[in-house]
């Protein structure tokens, strides 16, 4: 194995909060080398979240980032070229997905160095794009679903009824998939240019979140629901309420302020409906099965755009945009 370290690699990185994509610098760095549980990776694409320009933002200081410069972005797909001492379950050349540490960032650049514990084997039917779509926001969207009670053990009869909210974006379409392998009876919403390609991944029915009818969460078919994905922004507990079945939960991802006083409301004050508010975990095992469930065409990647290393900041002003329809990948090239 040749040691790659000390080489200079392209990276782009910020220096300070705010600023948005025109903050965004393109350096050369050295590549890093992997320490015993870590490898080094070439990635081939990254995919953004919201919570990489939410950190630029300021919104989770003083935690995140620990310091500037920082080069963002957790989730990525690549090639192991160099392995630590104490990694013997990955080898240099093994395609792979990884989810980066959020507190060392690393994924808009060329190389990288990744935990072997968060890095699972890509199958050859699984491409960059489609593998580096998955962290964050497939599972987040997972272990929503599993918050909600949803098992997806073979042979598992659900039958819950779920609306998942702003189901076209990036965890939302997996949630909208996830949910129907989990045999669940799917709502969701989303806007107009959006409805044919959500009912085509899954959903039984769908609101556009834009009409009167959208707005008021209701299921056309006056179903209630067993549990809310809820992935969009600004919507009431008030709007829920009336929606969710006796024992409904909504499982709010979003964390907004109100939000998590609802929770604690509803939790002291032993309400039968409850919010739930989520913060996604780094599971390895979750991740390896959301990479097999796409292996078997069972889960998609919708790929809202693909940018150039070298173009990342249309994909950073994209994603602070709010309108992907799926995921934003940035490709680093051969
Ligand atoms: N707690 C956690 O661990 C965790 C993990 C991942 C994500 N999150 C958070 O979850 C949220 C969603 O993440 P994401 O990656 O899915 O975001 P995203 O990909 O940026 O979501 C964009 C999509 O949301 C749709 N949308 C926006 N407002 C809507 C509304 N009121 N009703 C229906 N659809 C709406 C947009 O549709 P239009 O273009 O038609 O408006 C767009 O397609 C973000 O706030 C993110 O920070 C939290």
Known sequence: MVSQAGKLTHAVQYESYGGGAAALKHVE???PSPKKHEVLLKLEASSINPVDWKIQKGMIRPFLPRKFPYVPVTDVAGEVVEVGSNVDSLKAGDKVVSMLYLRRGGGLAEYVVASASMTVKRPAEVSAAEGAGLPIAGLTALQSLKSAGIRFKVGSENGANILVTAASGGVGLYAVQLAKLGNCHVTATCGARNLELVKNLGADE???YKTPGGATLESPSGKKYDAVIHCATRIPWSTFEPTLSEKGKVIDITLEPAAI???AI??????????VPLIMSANKEELELLVGLVKEGKLKTVVDSRHPLSQAEAAWAKSIDGHATGKIVVEMGP
């Open 29 to 31: 760095v050295s590549i």
């Open 206 to 208: 769908v609101l556009d």
């Open 261 to 263: 006083l609802t929770a």
């Open 266 to 275: 509803k939790k002291i004050t032993f309400s039968k409906k409850q919010l």
